[in-house]
């Protein structure tokens, strides 16, 4: 009896304990502008899917993008940006032929890209409707960073706090808005396709290739940058340096270290890696759900994402893949971009979209293969299934470099792309559990967070909203130039100093051996002249 009451005193004096106890900071409704201008549906997925949540939490949401969000929720406003999709259509039926071009022939690109994400979005009717209106007010932006510090410009405009957005990881673009560290001898460029073991020609091909692609940023890319900075914003009170060195209070990256490399991060670089993936899965259409039950031996889904078309896919590269899929014991769901393709039914399931999370989730997926992108390869991760890997542009030649060091896929090179080689690599992950038990390894460390990266995204988001643009979180390191950074300049003054040491040292010692010699001398002719 006693022991009873003392277990029911105990909880009250917790629960009462609890009531006292602020869970949770509570922040009003705000006003939020978000940006994510690029034509890649997949760069829109993941800001969509942040701004709906935190429009279903009560904030008005206000999206700047080419894409409408299908059953938005009331508070959450669609703004427009036009684009001429022949052009990005162009681009995507190009890939295929280009991925033999150099990273030198990519990079120079890059201007092209930069000139058309600054004028289609800045240009755009609604988007100036939305600029020179005299009544919008903001508390905070929220900006996909790829390529497009313009539009920092918008926080100037409303005068409001940033959360910059990557959707591709930790970049040298994103660190650089908040001076996050990144040493070059064991942080690969997301371009390069090196890992963090490199050896004395991986760390100097890493250090150059960075410093060529600062340098085209500054040289091809920043007068484009400055030239609509001061056509779009002619009465910013910031400019557009300015914008990138303090205009940035916080870096939301869809990243985690268990899908990457150990790096440091400074407190305001939040890794939320996987929080597009429904934690939920939802149930498949009837038809795909069938196709996959039906399948004794399982099945593979093949996907080269939102933009990549496999119709413009080399003939007899596509052909090869055809005869490898024909003979595995799986069947076969394939996402293919037009109607020209005509296999086995009951083989193969084609279709222009199909729900991959959700897919991926089904225990009876044996396989994935993929382009290697970095939203794949989370969702591949996060659901345990394995992977072959053919990635064509982009960080995904580094995504593919880090899944074969981590050991749970294998990578096939499109030019090297035949039916030897792509069978070698089918059969090699579908024969071998290793590759198995190595991606639900690395899903469990993916899994084993604290709180929900989505979650994590709104709590700091709101956060940024709580302390007034979080302005104590942005380092010093941003006021520092690149000599500042590195010491080099204490660097050079302590060598500097050290060999002026060894120059007095020399200089006594030198006098002291003359005086010596000198005494010497003297003493010898005193002796001969006695």
Request: net charge neutral; glycine share 4%.
């Amino acid at each position: 009896m006693k022991t009873a009451f003392n277990l029911l005193y105990g909880v009250y004096v917790a629960m009462l304990a609890l009531s006292f106890y602020p869970t949770k900071c509570h922040v009003e409704g705000a006003k939020i502008l978000s940006i994510f201008p690029t034509m890649s549906k997949s760069h829109w997925f993941l800001g969509s899917a942040l701004m709906k949540e935190l429009a279903l939490d009560g904030h008005e949401v206000t999206v700047i993008s080419p894409f409408r969000l299908s059953n938005a929720p009331k508070n959450y406003r669609h703004v427009e940006i036009v684009y001429n999709s022949r052009l990005f259509e162009d681009m995507m039926d190009e890939v295929f032929e280009k991925v033999d071009d150099s990273i030198v022939q990519k990079m120079l690109g890059v201007r092209d890209f930069v000139e058309v994400i600054a004028n289609t979005t800045l240009s755009s009717p609604e988007v100036q409707t939305l600029l020179h209106s005299e009544k919008e007010t903001f508390d905070l932006l929220v900006l996909e960073i790829f390529l497009d510090d313009v539009l920092l410009g918008f926080a100037d405009r409303f005068n409001c706090p940033v959360i910059a957005m990557s959707s591709f990881g930790a970049s040298s673009w994103v660190t650089s808005l908040i001076g996050s560290p990144s040493p070059l001898s064991y942080i690969p460029h997301p371009m390069s396709g090196l890992t963090d073991r490199m050896n004395f020609w991986d760390r100097l091909t890493n250090v150059l290739f960075t410093a060529f692609d600062e340098a085209l940023m500054t040289f091809l890319c920043e007068a484009t940058q400055q030239r609509y900075y001061k056509e779009y914003f002619p009465n910013a009170k910031r400019s557009l340096s300015e914008m990138r060195r303090h205009g940035v209070s916080l870096v939301l990256v869809n990243s985690h270290f268990s899908l990457s490399f150990p790096r440091p991060y400074l407190p305001n670089l939040i890794e939320i890696g996987g929080f597009h993936v429904n934690r939920n899965v939802n149930p498949l259409p009837e038809d795909i759900k069938y196709f996959i039950e039906k399948s004794e031996h399982g099945v593979i889904y093949f996907s080269m994402g939102s933009n990549i078309k496999p119709s413009k896919m080399d003939q007899q590269k596509r052909d090869d893949i055809i005869k490898v899929l024909s003979t595995v014991k799986q069947n076969i769901i394939w996402k293919w971009d037009d109607d020209t393709l005509v296999l086995d039914k009951s083989k193969f399931l084609l279709g222009k979209w199909f729900p991959q999370d959700d897919i991926l989730a089904h225990p009876n997926v044996k396989l994935f293969i993929t382009h290697g992108g970095l939203l794949s390869c989370t969702e591949s991760i996060y659901h345990g299934v394995p992977i072959v890997g053919i990635p064509i542009f982009g960080d995904q030649l580094l995504n593919m470099a880090r899944t074969e060091q981590a050991g749970w896929g294998i990578g096939v090179t499109y030019t090297k792309l035949n039916q030897a080689t792509f069978s070698k690599a089918v059969n090699g992950v579908l024969d071998n559990a290793i590759y198995t038990t190595n991606v639900k390894t690395i899903s469990r460390r993916l899994r084993d967070q604290p709180l929900a990266p989505m979650d994590m995204a709104k709590f700091w988001v709101e956060y940024v909203l709580r302390h007034d643009g979080a302005k104590h979180l942005i380092s010093a390191a941003q006021d520092l130039t690149f000599v500042e950074y590195n010491n080099l300049d204490v660097y050079a003054f302590i060598v500097a100093m050290g060999l002026v040491v060894l120059m007095v040292l020399h200089f006594i010692v030198k006098k002291l051996v003359k005086m010596l010699f000198a005494k010497k001398l003297q003493s010898s002719t005193s002796k001969k002249n006695k």
